[in-house]
């Protein structure tokens, strides 16, 4: 079992930054990808950015690449994601979820299903 609890999330004016953090407890969570989703009002949740269990590979969605930054401390059984360069459209709620894969991650994004743990979100809202 992994439980995951996401912090760090705010009203932050367009072109700031935010550090989201997500904690997981458990003994395993150096053998789990980890990923950030977000979902805006009205729309489904959408992919944002995953890590592998070491940390050796990332990928992105288009809308966030070159902004966003996705790390891991499996020291601290802890996920992080910069944001950066915040826009309006990036206003949603930021889950965590953990997919239990120690594979590479670079060729692309898992779907939603294959995540095993989520956590309760944080909302993030970028004003204009």
């Known amino acids: 079992q992994v439980q995951l609890v996401e912090s760090g999330g705010g009203l932050v004016q367009a072109g700031g930054s935010l550090r989201l953090s997500c904690a997981a407890s458990?003994?395993?969570?150096?053998?789990?990808?980890m990923g950030w989703f977000r979902q805006a009002p009205g729309k489904e949740r959408e992919f944002v950015a995953v890590i592998s269990w070491s940390g050796g590979s990332t990928y992105y969605a288009d809308s966030v690449k070159g902004r966003f930054t996705i790390s891991r401390d499996n020291a601290k059984n802890t996920l992080y994601l910069q944001m950066n360069s915040l826009k309006p459209e990036d206003t949603a709620v930021y889950y965590c979820a953990a997919r239990y894969y120690t594979g590479s991650v670079r060729s692309g994004a898992a779907p939603l299903y294959e995540y095993d743990y989520w956590g309760q979100g944080t909302q993030v809202t970028v004003s204009s």
């Open positions: 458990g003994r395993t969570f150096s053998s789990y990808a």
